[in-house]
């Protein structure tokens, strides 16, 4: 057997907190390799965010379940932040978008080749990802291997366990630090294989079978964001953008701004964070929840956002309901009508 | 020994565990760190963090409405 950099092989595994990569870098530990993991930050995991902000959220055990794969497989995870160096992808993907605005091919690519690197710095010797071939139909195809390896700059030092038997074999296999006779053919889109490996190894407990790790799958979380780019006339985002467009209801009734309306009080106490730096309406004269004004808007633009956030609070069938609207600094006092349900358009719900 | 205070509220999870974790690279072994959130998630997620990186959680729960959690650096 041929030495890898130490006495003993290190390898580094993308960590998702889903089952696959849970297996991938549970079957390599398992042959006396050491295993860290890493877990990227791109800012549209659905992981976290929404547990703390929404009431039906809060009694959901609020555990990030890269953390918890971590812990269970017994090793080190590293989270690491991406966000700015993840828009390129997101904004302009080499290989486009999938059925939502799902990056997927090169969110792969760019993950392996952040794995490449933290590798290189942190003198590890290749890296291990739960892929499985012909899992997802952007990302996880046989004809699309070969693009990560190549644009990641990972080649064969990336190997994927649960389907590295239907792979030529990668440098780890080659050298002899991993028996490639314990890896795996998995392939297709069948959980079966990946639950049955699971039963055998003892795992009981695991997240979701696999996916719905990222908002850009959702089709109305994408929706969001389409128009929030068509509002500003071109691509681009900020932290606070991508974070808002999870949170309250998206209402467009003109093309140049939007009201965020806060779905409950979890919602109106997040939003209350933000308040400084929207032009916001807190309804005074009913229960109801804050709305956000995103956009340059006139004193007309603040009355028919007034009497459409009017709808969402408790005085929707009363003749007037007061606000205290926020305009640039500004307070003053706003008592409307509360638009009729028929007047609400439904093409203004984002 | 120092003892460091993280101002990590209004973030969402995992932003209070990566400020935590880029927070402990710059200390040494035996630093404490203290780490106040508004993330009801960081209760959890920051003494798991601590858990498998190797190092101790001397105090982690809420006042008022916030989530603080002190660890000290360990040695790995």
Known sequence: MSEPN????????????????MLAARVISDQGIHVE???????????????AIRNRDRKRAKRNNALWVAEQLGIKLHIIDVIEEYKEVVINPKHGYGANMNPCLDCKSFMVRKAREWMTAHDFDFIITGEVVGQRPMSQRRSTFPVVQRESGAGDLLLRPLCAKRQPPTLPERQGWV????????????????IALAATLGIEEYAQPAGGCCFLTDSAYSR???????SRGDKHYELDDIMLLKVGRHIRPRPHFKLIIARDSGETHYLQGYRRRFNHLTMTSHSGP??????????????????IAARFGQGRDAERVVFDAVVDGLTSGLSVQPLAPENVQPEWYL | MSHQVLDARNLLCPLPVIRAQDRVKQLQPGDVLEVRCTDPGALNDIPAWCRINGHDVLQAGEQAEEVVVTLRVGES
Not at chain 1, 179 to 194: M, T, V
Not at chain 1, 290 to 307: F, I, K, P, S, Y
């Open chain 1, 6 to 21: 130490q006495c003993q092989a290190r390898a580094v595994a993308l960590i998702s907190g889903g089952l696959d990569s």
């Open chain 1, 179 to 194: 028996d490639r006779e314990a890896l795996f053919d998995f392939n297709g889109r069948s959980r079966r294989p990946q």
């Open chain 1, 290 to 307: 804050l709305t956000l004004l995103e956009g340059e808007v006139t004193a007309a633009d603040v009355e028919l956002a007034a009497r």
């Open chain 1, 224 to 230: 969001k964001l389409r128009d929030l780019w068509q």
């Open chain 1, 37 to 51: 993991g890493l877990n990227f930050f791109t800012g549209f995991c659905v992981e976290g965010h929404t547990h």
